[in-house]
């Protein structure tokens, strides 16, 4: 069984803070990683994905992914009261399997 | 832009029925999942799909389960003899080939089991 692990929070951060939201996973083999962000009775929304080492920066998001250390992170920059949800990493196996982690909720205070 | 479409929104059924959920993906992607979300729980995977066959299953995908692509645009799951347990959101997606293509879901079905 593939893992995928995720603290479940709350997370709570100031308006206008950087919130960093982290994953971890237990198969080597994973190929890519995404980042989807639930509302409550919603379905998950993409907000990035990321496969290589290092850095990838998309507006006020940025993904960072370690392979050498099986982690991968999330940084939203200038948290806003309407990021407040769940965020959930999902990594893929064998070109077709996803593995959610269980999430971290995010609370944005105002 | 296009996106998957799901219905029912809601469904309710009694116990011991059989219930199909309804997906239509968007039409160039290549890969279709099943994914259940129980309240409260996490995303968990069921099965995917890729040229007209089950490719990967979970070990919740047992033969109460099984999913079908009857025509070129719609992706079913069936529900047999449904259970209590059953009663969860279920989440149809799609993606494009390639390992750097995400998932794109639709809104969900709410499967209520009485």
């Known amino acids: 069984q593939k893992e995928v692990e995720q603290n479940s929070g709350p997370l709570s951060v100031p308006e206008g803070a950087i919130a960093s939201l982290n994953c971890t996973y237990s198969d080597r083999v994973s190929q890519s990683f995404f980042w989807y962000r639930q509302y409550s009775g919603k379905s998950p929304e993409l907000i990035m994905s990321i496969y290589s080492n290092g850095d990838k920066e998309d507006g006020r998001f940025t993904a960072q992914l370690n392979k050498a250390s099986q982690y991968v992170s999330l940084l939203i920059r200038d948290s806003q009261p309407s990021d407040s949800a769940t965020y959930l990493c999902?990594?893929?196996?064998?070109?077709?399997?996803?593995?959610f982690g269980s999430g971290t909720k995010l609370n944005v205070k105002p | 832009e296009p996106e998957v479409t799901q219905t029912p929104s809601h469904q309710v059924t009694q116990m011991g029925q059989e219930v199909i959920l309804r997906c239509v993906p968007i039409?160039?992607?290549?890969?279709f999942y099943w994914y259940r979300q129980i309240l409260g729980q996490k995303v968990e995977f069921l099965v995917s799909?890729?040229?007209?066959?089950?490719?990967?299953k979970s070990e919740i995908f047992d033969d109460q389960f099984s999913v079908e692509r009857p025509d070129g645009s719609n992706f079913t799951l069936k529900i047999r003899s449904t259970k209590l347990e059953d009663s969860a959101m279920y989440f149809c997606?799609?993606?494009?080939?390639?390992?750097?293509?995400?998932?794109?879901f639709g809104d969900g079905t709410r499967l209520s089991i009485l």
């Open positions: 799909f890729y040229n007209n066959e089950i490719s990967e």
């Open positions: 039409s160039n992607h290549l890969y």
């Open positions: 997606a799609s993606r494009e080939d390639g390992r750097d293509q995400p998932q794109h």
């Open positions: 999902a990594v893929l196996y064998n070109f077709n399997k996803f593995y």
